[in-house]
């Protein structure tokens, strides 16, 4: 059974920074891809940064330079630290492999940007 368990979310003023962590429950991690996504209110789910087996990541425009996503192989946990944020990253977290598979989705964490 395939889990992942988002967490790390909150509220927090324009500026700063949170740390979203993803706790994964699948074989193989260590050999696969992962991303994290946002969906914000009203609109479609997207990638916002992504993870390679091998450590090589790539970002969302948006948040090039801002965000920056890791992996912990033995603790088969991916990371999102988020920093500088802006009220339009405003959404609820998730993580999944890349590309998602719709059967994977967790319940997310949401990240609330706002004075």
């Known amino acids: 059974q395939v889990q992942f368990v988002e967490s790390g979310g909150g509220l927090v003023q324009p500026g700063g920074s949170l740390r979203l962590s993803c706790a994964a429950s699948?074989?193989?991690?260590?050999?696969?891809?992962m991303g994290w996504y946002r969906q914000a209110p009203g609109k479609q789910r997207e990638l916002v940064a992504v993870?390679?087996?091998?450590?090589?990541?790539n970002y969302a425009d948006s948040v090039k330079g801002r965000f920056t996503i890791s992996r912990d192989n033995a603790k088969r946990t991916v990371y999102l630290q988020m920093n500088s944020l802006k009220p339009e990253d405003t959404a609820v977290y998730y993580c999944?492999?890349?590309?998602?598979?719709?059967?994977?989705w967790g319940q997310g964490t949401q990240v609330t940007v706002s004075s």
């Open positions: 999944n492999v890349e590309p998602s598979i719709s059967d994977y």
């Open positions: 699948i074989s193989y991690f260590s050999i696969k891809a």
């Open positions: 993870i390679s087996s091998g450590g090589r990541t």
